[in-house]
């Protein structure tokens, strides 16, 4: 009885403070109403919406962008009408989301309702746009599961999600075919590049974290390269905030290039290879500038991920690794041998095949996923029309029956 007590006063005061919250929120942030809200938390990001963005106000729409970081002058400016919030990070950031007032709201964060990160009673509809090519399994549990659409990347994206919700027994969410809009801004970079002259450059480029090339082998492997190629290492950005001592010792490196700019675009233009992991580099560098990829290959760990529901291997790596070719972790003292190799054997239709078949819209996806997103707004606002125009309907008829009474 007294724990039962305690636990109600507990979720009494709890639900109140939540109401106190809401209603702070309400007073405090009235010009958050709007009709298309794109929430992006990190400046990375910006290159995934920003052609999205533009396309949006090609065709008239005028969204609001809320980014949890300052935008400064040296960010690309928004188009004429688009407005921008900065707002808080972290729970006090997604406090002001989880009361947002909007017709659409458009992200790439997953886990929405799961954490942190909740659905707002005046948001009508919820869209996910990733990032980056990729499959649900090695993303946290319930990633996309609460949204109302998502705009994938992909036909493996797709089908990963749609057998996720027959294992979940989940209500079909919409699956549309967009694809990777910022791809479109990494092939005009790519387009304006001059041309590759002279002996083969590396480029070294991994993801961060304990599956990270770096963590596993350290830094001297790329001295060991450097005595055969000219290399361009460029360090993951998370690495400066999440492994700091590492990513010191990285730009420490001498006789290499190290490459700290906010896109990696300039470093991928004068790479003949790439060495990386898991790191999404992989497939920007091959789709886009149609040059051979080496990754080292280290188990992933899909415990606590998707991939633990879903079962099997990466169709992903299965499908690219004739040009993302994997080399085992035993190998990598004969790491030269084997850039030397990939470079020999790199054939560039393979990797125009496959992107054909795994990319939905390649170098348009921009404008794809604008009219997908205003055809969705569009449907909702017709949609809340209806609603209004029952209830309206509604209240005549119970007043005429008020009066005839």
Request: proline residues 7%; hydrophobic residues 40%.
């Amino acid at each position: 009885m007294v724990s039962a007590i305690i636990a109600s006063i507990y979720f009494a005061a709890r639900s109140l403070y939540y109401r106190l919250l809401d209603f702070v929120f309400r007073m405090r942030f009235r010009e958050r109403k709007c009709g298309i809200a794109i929430h992006c938390e990190d400046p990375r990001y910006e290159s995934t919406f920003l052609p999205v963005i533009n396309a949006l106000v090609e065709r008239g729409l005028e969204p609001v962008v809320y980014t949890m970081y300052p935008r400064d002058d040296s960010f690309a400016p928004l188009p004429a009408g688009v407005t921008c919030r900065p707002i808080p990070q972290g729970m006090l950031g997604y406090a002001f989301l989880n009361n947002l007032d909007a017709t659409l709201l458009l992200t790439t964060t997953p886990q929405l309702d799961v954490m942190t990160f909740r659905r707002s009673r005046r948001v009508r509809h919820y869209a996910h746009l990733p990032h980056s090519l990729g499959e649900s399994r090695y993303v946290r549990p319930y990633a996309y599961d609460h949204f109302d659409s998502v705009l994938c990347c992909g036909d493996l994206l797709k089908k990963n999600i749609r057998l996720m919700e027959s294992i979940r027994r989940s209500p079909a969410k919409q699956l549309l075919e967009t694809g990777i809009p910022h791809y479109e801004e990494l092939l005009q970079q790519a387009s304006d590049a001059p041309p590759l002259v002279g002996e083969p450059v590396v480029l070294v480029a991994p993801s961060w974290g304990p599956l990270s090339m770096f963590e596993a082998f350290g830094v001297d492997f790329v001295a060991e390269i450097a005595r055969h190629f000219p290399v361009v290492v460029r360090p993951h950005p998370q690495m400066q905030t999440s492994q700091p001592q590492l990513y010191a010792k990285i730009l420490s490196l001498q006789g290499v290039t190290v490459d700290t700019q906010r896109t990696p675009a300039t470093a991928m233009a004068m790479a003949s290879v790439l060495l990386s992991d898991i790191s999404a580099i992989t497939h920007e560098f091959a789709f886009i500038y149609e040059r051979p990829v080496l990754i080292i290959d280290r188990a992933m760990v899909s415990a606590g991920l998707e991939g633990e529901v879903l079962g099997g291997e990466s169709e992903l790596q299965e499908a690219c690794k004739e040009f993302i070719v994997p080399v085992q972790p035993s190998e990598m003292p004969e790491i030269v041998s084997h850039l030397r190799r990939v470079l020999t054997d790199h054939r560039r239709e393979r990797i125009v095949a496959a992107r054909d078949r795994l990319v939905y819209n390649f170098g348009r996806a921009s404008r794809v996923a604008a009219e997908q997103i205003e055809e969705i707004y569009r449907r909702e606002l017709d949609a809340e029309l209806a609603r209004r125009s029952s209830r309206f309907s509604w209240w005549r008829r119970s007043a005429a029956v008020r009066g005839t009474s």
